[in-house]
């Protein structure tokens, strides 16, 4: 009878010993979901305030592909070319090209599919962080735009992407061009296709040091409150949104939210004030002449 007894409670020991490890593991696992939730870093959450760029684990070939699926092609080719109902001021000379002829200016370099970059341009380069480097004679008014965009709106910005080399620039743009000839393209249409989105080696703006690609380089950035205090005040550090909505048949590249360019603030702010593109800015310069 007493040894039965003695089994009882020893048993009962057990069964005591199991719920509490039991509740144990439940507690530890709901503090582990709460600490990640709250201390977690997301796409959606800030970045430390000294931090320019991060997530570097996603590379390069997501800024400049812009996410223009090639299911997308049909209304990118339509923005391209300047028939999406938007009225455009033709700054264009007789074949259609808009040339930097007389200015010169290092900060209004322009660079496109009509004017590539010149063989003896040179610069220098300043590093933002590990991976990402802009133009030294601009990278003190690029951090400065993203210190202050973070305090006055409390929001999320840093670089997704800024200088490229000729290398990179050459991967991204013939993974473009791969993805839509798997789409069914043919190389000529794909080549086309994929320059209204990623640019030819050569003609990119990033080549200079001088563009920057914010944040995931989607169009949801346009929705983001950096953005809006972009349009507001980027122009105050000498930046300006490179491709507007409604210039595609100017700029031959499509609206693209993220992209800014530094062009020096006394510019910045007349292209703001007579809303130009870059393009536009040029020819209305040369024709001051």
Known sequence: MYKRQRILRRNKRLRYARIRTLVILVLIAVGSVAFFYTNGKGKN???????YAVDTVESDDTAD???VDAGDADTEDRNVNGTDGTENRDVDDTDGKTENKIIDDWRLILVNSDNPIPDDYS?????????????SRAIDDLKKLIEDCRRETGGVIWVQSAYRDRGTQERLYNNKVTQYMNSGKSREEAEKLAAASVSKPG?????VGL????????PGFENTKAFKWLMENAHKYGF?????DGKQ????????PWHFRYVGKEHAEVI???GFCLEEYIEYLNNQQ
């Open 249 to 256: 048949s100017i700029t031959k590249v499509i609206y693209e």
């Open 203 to 207: 003609t990119s703006e990033h080549e």
């Open 65 to 67: 592909s812009h996410n």
């Open 240 to 244: 300006i949104l490179r491709y507007p």
């Open 123 to 135: 610069f220098d380069l300043s590093s933002l962080d590990e991976f990402r480097k802009f133009d």
């Open 45 to 51: 959450e800030e970045t430390p305030a000294n931090s």
């Open 211 to 218: 563009a920057v690609d914010f944040n995931y380089a989607n």
């Open 272 to 274: 703001k004030e007579k």
